[in-house]
């Protein structure tokens, strides 16, 4: 089983700030196989980015994603009030996996 | 617009079988992979596995042997049976659209049920 680590776990910031998440893979993936997805309290998760950089329909700009081999970055460039939420990485390899996720708050 | 509405029993008993079924409306039922994945707080999200229309499925190894996965393409809908079930499987159980080309993901999900597993 590929296992994924995010870090940090919570990441405190301010409106208008930049915000870099990490995603490690315990083996290398497949830069076609990793995607990010947003989650808020009560709501079913997101997609945000697939293929490792490729953004879903109609998400915006600001939100970017780069990597490869084992280690992975979501990054928000200006943080705006709704992007305050957790961010999961998944490898889609043969058997699925996603990291424990990162929490982004308010500071 | 495509959209997934799910249901099923939202309380069991230990040993008891989880059954879930998802029905898809607005858009194509044949070329996407069918999903479940569930959310524990102690687990977070965890892949449960895919079938597509045609029945080709594709479990979590962990899972596999409770796990059964069914489609009724005459409904558009696809099920999850998920047998002796013990606290463990205590998670809000998600159904959603794979997309698998050169670049796999999840694109729809549903909104989600609670499932509690209890004495």
């Known amino acids: 089983e590929i296992v994924l680590t995010q870090s940090p776990d919570t990441l405190s910031l301010s409106p208008g700030e930049r915000a870099s998440l990490s995603c490690r893979a315990s083996q290398s993936l497949s830069s076609s196989s990793l995607v990010w997805y947003q989650q808020k309290p009560g709501q079913a998760p997101r997609l945000l980015i697939y293929?490792?950089?490729s953004r879903a329909t109609g998400i915006p700009d600001r939100f970017s994603g780069s990597g490869s081999g084992t280690d992975f970055t979501l990054t928000i460039s200006r943080l705006e009030p709704e992007d305050f939420a957790v961010y999961y990485c998944q490898q889609y390899g043969r058997s699925p996996t996603f990291g424990q996720g990162t929490k982004v708050e308010i500071k | 617009q495509v959209q997934l509405q799910q249901w099923g029993a939202g309380l069991l008993k230990p040993s008891e079988t989880l059954s879930l079924t998802c029905a898809v409306s607005?858009?194509?039922?044949?070329?996407?992979?069918w999903t479940w994945i569930r959310q524990s707080p102690g687990k977070g999200l965890e892949w449960i596995g895919e079938?597509?229309?045609?029945?080709?499925?594709n479990y979590n190894p962990s899972l596999w042997s409770r796990l059964t996965m069914s489609v009724d393409t005459s409904r558009n809908q696809f099920s999850l049976k998920l047998n002796s079930v013990t606290a463990a499987d205590t998670a809000v159980y998600y159904c959603?659209?794979?997309?698998?080309?050169?670049?796999?993901?999840?694109?729809?999900w549903g909104r989600g049920t609670l499932v509690s597993v209890s004495s």
């Open positions: 959603a659209r794979g997309v698998i080309d050169t670049m796999a993901r999840i694109d729809l």
């Open positions: 607005g858009g194509s039922f044949s070329g996407f992979y």
């Open positions: 079938i597509n229309h045609s029945g080709n499925t």
């Open positions: 293929g490792t950089s």
